[in-house]
T-cell receptor, first 110, second 114 residues
Framework: GQNIDQPTEMTATEGAIVQINCTYQTSGFNGLFWYQQHAGEAPTFLSYNVLDGLEEKGRFSSFLSRSKGYSYLLLKELQMKDSASYLCACPSGGYQKVTFGTGTKLQVIP | ETGVTQTPRHLVMGMTNKKSLKCEQHLGHNAMYWYKQSAKKPLELMFVYNFKEQTENNSVPSRFSPECPNSSHLFLHLHTLQPEDSALYLC?????????????FGQGTRLTVV
């Protein structure tokens, strides 16, 4: 089976840096996704990590440690529009069996 | 515009009604999915279709009946639903079923069963 844990809510200040953590327990590891979902909108792809280390994409970076079953999403220079839910997800056996975390609702305040 | 369009965006139905949710993708993908998103719960995969063939039914009750007439269209037929079926139903598509395949989601249908 698979289990994914992430904090339910976080608050951060505009212009700051925030780190959203995700821990997972999977029967077989096939990478880890991060998606962003604004309220009332579709989830959109942010990143996919399958190797250890940090991958940077502009203001967003994603980190993976397979030995620790741990990932984080790092958001720099926070903007008000970054207020959204951030979903961590692990596929297994092909995309058919994706397990999502409950999502972390991030609120960016002035 | 996400490339995946769902209609209707909102639906209120009684427990004895029959309704259908529609999903259309304009991305040329061959795999399509239905997900259920309830408040404070993870996204739950319901069904997977690949090249119009159903490849996954994640123990979904028979009151939910999917239909995939072609790789671009996916339906979810609903009948005799329960109030606990109220949720956001999301459609997604992807190019293939590999583990690193990015999914593209529609904006969802907010379903309320009364």
């Amino acid at each position: 089976g698979q289990n994914i844990d992430q904090p339910t809510e976080m608050t951060a200040t505009e212009g700051a840096i925030v780190q959203i953590n995700c821990t997972y327990q999977t029967s077989g590891f096939n990478g880890l996704f991060w998606y962003q979902q604004h309220a009332g909108e579709a989830p959109t792809f942010l990143s996919y990590n399958v190797l250890d280390g940090l991958e940077e994409k502009g203001r967003f970076s994603s980190f993976l440690s397979r030995s620790k079953g741990y990932s984080y999403l790092l958001l720099k220079e926070l903007q008000m529009k970054d207020s959204a839910s951030y979903l961590c997800a692990c596929p297994s056996g092909g995309y058919q069996k994706v397990t999502f975390g409950t999502g972390t609702k991030l609120q960016v305040i002035p | 515009e996400t490339g995946v369009t769902q209609t209707p965006r909102h639906l209120v139905m009684g427990m004895t009604n029959k309704k259908s949710l529609k999903c259309e993708q304009h991305l040329g993908h061959n795999a399509m999915y239905w997900y259920k998103q309830s408040a404070k719960k993870p996204l739950e995969l319901m069904f997977v279709y690949n090249f119009k063939e159903q490849t996954e039914n994640n123990s979904v009750p028979s009151r939910f009946s999917p239909e995939c007439p072609n790789s671009s269209h996916l339906f979810l037929h609903l009948h005799t639903l329960q109030p606990e079926d109220s949720a956001l139903y999301l459609c997604a598509s992807s190019q293939g079923l590999r583990e690193n395949t990015e999914a593209f989601f529609g904006q969802g249908t907010r379903l309320t069963v009364v």
